[in-house]
């Protein structure tokens, strides 16, 4: 049975400059249930990925440009979470040393078949999987002490940030447990909510407590922030999905945002999340060059950008816990 990823079809980018080679494994795998993407060389392949999810990447070693290799390498670095497989006509030592090292997931022979391919995807899914599940084991509870204590010294920067990361935590865990997530990527959520700001650390303190609207240049510092977050926790196995939730969570729905640009449900789904709990509280926050909104005109805001800069159904999400939430405070 093909597994479920976020109750839906695993979504499978097949890369190869062989049009017959791509048309097989398209074919093939469409025909065993997944959601199959194709692009013939790695540049393609790196433009699908801020336009459509993609789950796991099968492509051969031998590309036009950027080769296999390469591409794997640049997957691992922008989107720790998914397997890259390599195909490659006869898997030498050497070349499996050197895949592995480049971030690819697997190296396997051209030759697979469709059916044998289902199994290697699958074996690569659930190794994904079990590491992210050694999250909830019992070194959580100290993985969590050391996060709390890293987003309260990057809360710490800034005094109008106090606080902030917890309660984007909050927030963020109300809509996942209302789009009914299992306990495993709530866990994820709450990992990655904490550390949504961790690349903040390098960003000038000179720039975290300026009193007023930053400059263009100030802001280029303030943009690196979530590639920078991503690049301190990819190194983390147990972290690789973090890792890439961290980095997406200023990308819009609309394709607008940073940094990759990623488009709708091309941007992980806990990095939506994230997006909204971020704007709602920064926009409910007093800061000292503009008044905070009361929660209706946040909702407001948020309606207005939603479908482009947010995810609609997220925005109804946060708007309807909150109204809930206000609801049983008045009645209690």
Not at 23 to 45: K, V
Not at 232 to 245: D, G
Request: hydrophobic share 40%; glycine share 6%; aromatic share 4%.
């Amino acid at each position: 049975m093909v597994p479920i990823t976020y109750n839906d079809r695993i979504h499978v980018l097949i890369v190869s400059n062989d049009p017959g080679m791509r048309r097989m494994m398209d074919q093939g795998l469409a025909e065993l249930g997944y959601e199959t993407y194709t692009a013939s060389d790695g540049e393609a392949a790196l433009a699908t990925f801020k336009h459509r999810r993609i789950d796991v990447v099968v492509t051969t070693a031998d590309l036009p440009g950027m080769n296999g290799i390469q591409l794997s390498r640049t997957v691992s670095r922008i989107h720790p979470d998914v397997p890259a497989i390599i195909m490659c006509q006869r898997p030498e030592p050497g070349q499996v040393a050197q895949a592995l090292s480049s971030g690819a997931a697997d190296l396997v022979s051209e030759h697979v078949s469709p059916e044998e391919m289902e199994s290697i995807i699958q074996r690569n899914l659930d190794r994904k999987a079990a590491a992210a599940l050694r999250v909830a084991s019992d070194r959580a509870e100290v993985l969590f002490k050391a996060i709390r204590a890293v987003t309260a010294a990057i809360d710490a920067k800034s005094h109008y940030a106090a606080k902030h990361s917890t309660s984007i935590t909050h927030l963020s865990l109300m809509i996942g447990r209302r789009l009914g997530l299992s306990r495993e990527k709530l866990l994820t959520l709450e990992l990655a909510a904490q550390l949504h700001d961790i690349g903040k650390i390098g960003t000038p303190d000179s720039v975290l407590t300026k009193p007023d609207t930053l400059s263009d240049e100030e802001w280029v510092d303030v943009l690196k922030h979530p590639a920078l977050g991503s690049a301190f926790l990819a190194p983390v196995p147990e972290l690789a999905e973090v890792a890439a939730i961290v980095r997406h969570h200023h990308e819009h729905y609309a394709g607008t945002g940073y940094p990759d640009g990623l488009q709708a449900e091309a941007i992980p789904l806990l990095s939506r999340i994230i997006a909204v709990a971020d704007a709602y509280d920064a926009m409910t926050s007093e800061r000292p060059y503009r008044r905070a909104m009361t929660y209706e005109q946040a909702f407001e805001e948020l309606r207005r950008h939603s479908g482009t800069q947010f995810d609609r159904s997220i925005v109804d999400h946060l708007i309807a816990g909150i109204r809930e939430s206000s609801v049983e405070r008045k009645a209690a």
